[in-house]
Every structure is written in C-alpha cells, then in structure tokens.
C-alpha cells in the first residue's frame, strides 16, 4: 500500500476530478452505498497521467520483485498503459523500462491473431485494475497469464473498498480482496481505501455530513 501521504493526497486527487463522490448511489451489487468511486472518470490526459503516477508510487513502495504489468480489459489497458510510462520516469527504477500487455474480449482471427496485445507474457507479471468487485477479472487475467507460460506475481488497484463480499443475508465473511488473496495467493496493492476516504471526512469540515452514513455503511457491510 501507498504511504500514508499518497493515500491521502490520492483520496483529495479522486475527490478534485470528481470520481470520487458522496451522495446515494446503487452499486452494480444493489447495495444503496453513501459513496461512489469511478474511475472511468478519470478521462483526459492529464487527470491520467497524474493518476498512472500514484500506481506507479504504490507499486515501488510495495517493494514486490516484478517484470511487467498486465491490464484486463477493458479498463485495465490504459492503466497498465499509463503506468508503464510513468514506471519507466520513476527514478527508483533507474531508467529500467517495465513491459506491458493486455487482452482484448474477443480474439482476433487475422493480424497478429489470439487475445493477447502488447509484450509476451512471461516472468511475475502485476495485474493492474480500477477496483475488486467479485474478482472475475482477476481469476481471467491469471488463466491467461499462466496460460502463457508466466506467473502472476500481484494485483494493483486504486481503490480497496474493505467491504464483505455478497448479497444481503449471505455476506462472506470476506471482501472480494481478501478472497482474492486467499484463492490465488497474490498480494493485492492498493493505492487508497475506505480507511483513507473516513480520514478525509474527519479532517474535511466540507464532507463531515457524510461521515455517519460512511460509518453506518460500513458497520453494516466493512470487513472486521
């Protein structure tokens, strides 16, 4: 995870471009959540570029032994993109250029052919999404990886939302990071999470307002 520093200044960061916001929102699992993070709003150039920067950071401050990145699709291609360019302008890299690839939907029957684009699979290879929601993305992206001939080595996301997998009644005692952890065994880096979000809110007297109903979400759905 990020320092204490980056974790902050990336919750202001979402907050500033509008991805992250506070409010009434239903997430894709149907639960009335008092906060939303999207980070398909992070949409120009410039609002990527600084976000690549933070992935870049946590991935170092992680201290993992890696080769290259991988980004599912579909929003894990820019990013895998993104942060191999601001990987390669890290100075804890020492000019060392980091590989990247990721795989289309649906494969291709002409031109280079297959699912795969990009460099070869091959070494520890760093998943990089958005979020875990229910972890598909993470279970394809390691049939494909060791498909390959390579191995995932870690999982890198922007936002950890430390809340229990599943539906009302039936929750997991687990969230979905967790249970990616324990089913592949793969470390998962994350740039920010919810601890991260309530400390804004006790320290913003702008979003105090929303801090009750951060809490009480959490209560009802936060891992222990």
Same mark, same amino acid.
């Given at each position: 995870?990020?320092?204490?520093?980056?974790?902050?200044? %990336?919750?202001?960061?979402?907050?500033?471009? &509008?991805?992250?916001? %506070?409010?009434?929102?239903?997430?894709?699992?149907?639960?009335?959540?008092?906060?939303?993070?999207? #980070?398909?709003? %992070?949409?120009?150039?410039?609002?990527?570029?600084?976000?690549?920067?933070?992935?870049?950071?946590?991935?170092?401050?992680?201290?993992?032994?890696?080769?290259?990145?991988?980004?599912?699709?579909?929003?894990?291609?820019?990013?895998?993109?993104?942060?191999?360019?601001?990987?390669?302008?890290?100075?804890?890299?020492?000019?060392?250029?980091?590989? %990247?690839?990721?795989?289309?939907?649906?494969?291709?029957?002409?031109?280079?052919? &297959?699912?795969?684009?990009?460099?070869?699979?091959?070494?520890?290879?760093?998943?990089?999404?958005?979020?875990?929601?229910?972890?598909?993305?993470?279970?394809?992206?390691?049939?494909?990886?060791?498909?390959?001939?390579?191995?995932?080595? #870690?999982?890198?996301?922007?936002?950890?939302?430390?809340?229990?997998?599943?539906?009302?009644?039936?929750?997991?005692?687990?969230?979905?990071?967790?249970?990616?952890?324990?089913?592949?065994?793969?470390?998962?880096?994350?740039?920010?999470?919810?601890?991260?979000?309530?400390?804004?809110?006790?320290?913003?007297?702008?979003?105090?307002?929303?801090?009750?109903?951060?809490?009480?979400?959490?209560?009802?759905?936060?891992?222990?």
């Amino acid at each position: 995870m990020s320092t204490g520093s980056e974790r902050s200044a %990336f919750v202001q960061f979402a907050l500033n471009e &509008g991805v992250l916001r %506070f409010g009434s929102f239903v997430t894709k699992s149907g639960r009335t959540s008092p906060y939303f993070f999207n #980070a398909g709003l %992070f949409n120009s150039g410039a609002s990527v570029g600084r976000l690549a920067q933070f992935y870049a950071q946590a991935l170092v401050d992680s201290k993992l032994p890696f080769d290259m990145l991988f980004g599912p699709a579909y929003k894990g291609i820019p990013l895998a993109t993104a942060t191999a360019v601001a990987l390669a302008a890290h100075p804890a890299l020492n000019g060392r250029s980091i590989d %990247f690839a990721y795989n289309r939907k649906e494969a291709k029957d002409h031109g280079e052919g &297959g699912v795969l684009v990009g460099a070869p699979l091959k070494g520890r290879v760093v998943i990089i999404d958005d979020v875990i929601t229910a972890g598909t993305s993470v279970r394809e992206s390691v049939e494909i990886i060791r498909a390959a001939g390579a191995e995932p080595c #870690a999982v890198l996301i922007a936002m950890d939302r430390m809340e229990r997998a599943g539906a009302d009644g039936q929750l997991s005692p687990h969230s979905a990071v967790q249970e990616v952890q324990q089913r592949y065994g793969l470390p998962v880096v994350t740039i920010a999470s919810l601890d991260d979000i309530l400390m804004l809110l006790a320290q913003n007297a702008e979003f105090a307002q929303y801090r009750d109903a951060v809490l009480a979400y959490r209560a009802r759905y936060g891992i222990q």
